[in-house]
């Protein structure tokens, strides 16, 4: 190991999926100080000293990118005190961030690399009509989760539909309604507008102005910095969601959407991506009853760009590959399969420049696999984050470097 070049990494011989580009039969990935810095056939030299993974007979692809997750935050068999998804005290969640309650060490991480998933956004969950802020993460590597945080503005979680209006119907409280939800978001905007320009203004004249972490985070959604994420099922909840976005000019997109094959042509048309799934589930709520996983096919074929999620811990975040494998043998084009795992995700929720695809320039996050990984009985042999191998070999099949070792502690 002395001999090794630091921080070259070369992934040769395998099948090389960069998604974003055609395979390449015999293919090399390098990666040098964490970014893909070559990306090709056996041509591609291999610098001296890189450490090399030999991936002949082995499909090498980006790293999957889960993009509606309550990894750490809502600690897969810990109970109500692993639980920290839903601050359900206020229907006005925004100034909550998810990164304040992720616990890196809970199973689901580990759960994550077994399935080939390297980044996750993380989302409060969906009790209030806004629920706070999101994060993306890589899903391995850090001492603390600052040291796996992609992005902390991606964007704000929102609930329309039956969750918020259980939650405070339960109270006697507002909303307790779909109208009355959808009145909270309108307040909480027209609230955000007055803030935003009253900032101005006090700028303007150099005067104080007072901070609200509430009203500044719905002030970055509308100036664009952030997403948001609308939690909704039920196509009459989409269309709300549609017309609350165009009536206060917000970057919406629609998470689960699985009644949204009803009114694809009009997301199609108004350009709003849909965050697919959970699939893996039983109709437990009135607005999952016309729930499908060949709903899925039907969006993507209508031209809207999509994404699938499992919502973990409600599906376990490594079967995110295997509900793709599902979503073709329902009529999803396997190409669209591939890129809702990876691309879609980060562009979705402007994270592409660093992950989602082998592409010079991204971070070097891959996996590979012992075969197609829409094969159900192909498996994540070797998981590499940050061009540093987090899921390795063996003697008893894939082990996971644990944080001692990653670390050297």
């Not at 909303?175 to 101005?200: H, I, K, M, Q, W």
């Not at 998470?255 to 709003?272: F, Q, S």
């Not at 039907?298 to 599906?315: E, F, K, L, S, W």
Request: charged share 20%; hydrophobic share 40%; with cysteine.
């Amino acid at each position: 190991m002395t001999n090794l070049a630091p921080g070259v990494l070369a992934v040769t011989g395998g099948h090389v999926v960069p998604v974003n580009a055609p395979p390449i039969d015999n293919g090399t990935v390098v990666v040098t100080d964490g970014v893909i810095s070559a990306v090709g056939g056996a041509d591609v030299p291999v610098p001296d000293g890189a450490q090399v993974i030999d991936a002949t007979g082995r499909w090498v692809l980006p790293g999957f990118v889960e993009a509606h997750a309550h990894l750490g935050v809502h600690e897969d068999g810990e109970g109500w005190s692993g639980n920290d998804t839903n601050e359900m005290t206020t229907p006005n969640g925004a100034r909550f961030r998810a990164l304040d309650g992720i616990d890196i060490d809970e199973v689901g991480f580990r759960d994550a690399l077994a399935g080939g998933v390297t980044a996750a956004v993380i989302k409060p969950g969906s009790g209030n009509p806004i629920g706070g802020r999101t994060v993306a993460i890589k899903t391995w590597g850090g001492r603390t989760v600052d040291e796996q945080v992609i992005s902390a503005d991606v964007s704000v979680k929102s609930a329309l539909g039956e969750n918020p209006k259980r939650v405070y119907g339960e109270k006697k409280e507002t909303p307790s309604t779909r109208l009355g939800v959808a009145a909270v978001l309108r307040d909480a905007f027209v609230g955000a507008r007055n803030y935003a320009e009253a900032r101005a203004h006090a700028v303007s004249k150099g005067e104080p102005f007072a901070r609200d972490l509430t009203l500044e985070t719905l002030a970055d959604v509308l100036d664009g910095q952030l997403a948001w994420d609308q939690h909704c099922h039920r196509h009459d909840d989409i269309a709300t969601a549609i017309r609350l976005a165009e009536e206060f000019g917000y970057r919406l997109v629609v998470n689960h959407g699985t009644e949204g094959h009803k009114i694809a042509d009009v997301l199609a048309e108004k350009d709003v991506p849909v965050i697919f799934g959970p699939m893996f589930t039983s109709r437990v709520k009135v607005e999952l009853r016309d729930r499908a996983i060949g709903n899925l096919a039907q969006i993507a074929a209508a031209g809207v760009r999509v994404a699938i999620t499992t919502d973990h811990p409600v599906v376990p975040i490594n079967f995110l590959v295997h509900q793709a494998t599902l979503a073709v043998k329902e009529g999803l084009p396997r190409q669209t399969a591939l890129e809702a795992l990876t691309v879609n995700p980060a562009a979705i929720l402007g994270l592409d420049e660093r992950i989602g695809a082998l592409e010079v320039g991204r971070d070097g996050d891959l996996v590979v696999w012992s075969g197609d990984p829409l094969e159900i009985g192909s498996r994540a042999e070797q998981v590499v984050i940050g061009g540093r191998p987090v899921l390795a070999p063996g003697e008893d099949g894939s082990h996971i470097v644990e944080r001692s070792a990653r670390f050297g502690r």
